[in-house]
């Protein structure tokens, strides 16, 4: 993963930490429903977890639980958020750590779980990112996604995102997919999708919510 990308999201780290989420009750939704597959035995692993809202909330549902990014500004706001609660059983098993699904699978940790939001639109090569994942991943592991499908947003939106990258306002890495193209990339990579759903408040969501299981 490009430097460019790292450097990107160090600097959005401060900004996005205080900017509100876009659709609280979806965010809600989606919360709900990855903690009831979770339970107390599993590994975790969340990929791009941003300054750790989702792992701060979720953590406590699984076993072990580290929460990883490419960015070392996100890692060191959400290990600050980690050091500000009391809750010593997050603590106990609440990790966060810089690194990509590259370097984690070239490690021997595999896990139950491996979560990813707004995340896979945003890490390069979907089918490459997804091969990582399979190799993170126990057997029969589950691998749960939430990310923008960039193509089946309105064409102006599609069209703007090069110039927001030259604008410096959007990273360098990011990969356009529709939703039938993202189910498509994950069953080629040997998964099979036990749900889609879409937990967005909007009337058109862009973002489904996947669950799919490892071979
Ligand atoms: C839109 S934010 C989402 C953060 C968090 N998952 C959430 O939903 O609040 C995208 C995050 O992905 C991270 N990211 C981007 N490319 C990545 C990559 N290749 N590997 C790991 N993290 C990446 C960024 O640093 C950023 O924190």
Not at 45 to 56: K, P, Q, R, S, V
Not at 60 to 70: E, K, V, W
Not at 133 to 156: A, E, H, Q, W, Y
Request: net charge positive; with cysteine.
């Amino acid at each position: 993963m490009s430097k460019r990308d790292e450097i990107f999201w160090d600097k959005s780290a401060r900004k996005y930490a205080a900017s509100p989420v876009a659709d609280l009750a979806g965010l809600e939704r989606t919360l709900a429903r990855t903690g009831e597959m979770l339970v107390p035995s599993h590994d975790v692993l969340e990929l791009g977890c941003g300054t750790g809202t989702i792992a701060l909330r979720l953590a406590a549902a699984a076993g072990s639980y580290l929460a990883t990014d490419i960015s070392s500004q996100m890692i060191s706001i959400a290990e600050e958020k980690l050091a500000g609660t009391d809750c010593d059983h997050l603590k106990n098993r609440l990790e966060f750590r810089k690194a990509t699904a590259c370097q984690l699978a070239m490690e021997p940790a595999r896990y139950d779980a491996v979560l990813g939001f707004s995340y896979l639109h945003l890490a390069g090569d979907p089918s490459t990112v997804l091969k990582n994942i399979r190799t993170l991943l126990k057997p029969k592991g589950l691998f749960i996604s939430k990310t923008p499908c960039v193509g089946d947003m309105n064409p102006v939106i599609r069209l703007a995102i090069p110039l927001m990258r030259i604008a410096g306002m959007a990273p360098g890495s990011v990969t356009s997919f529709s939703s039938a193209s993202l189910v498509r990339e994950i069953r080629t990579a040997g998964f099979e999708i036990l749900e889609n759903e879409r937990h967005g408040s909007e009337r058109k969501d862009t973002r489904p919510f996947i669950v799919a299981r490892a071979p």
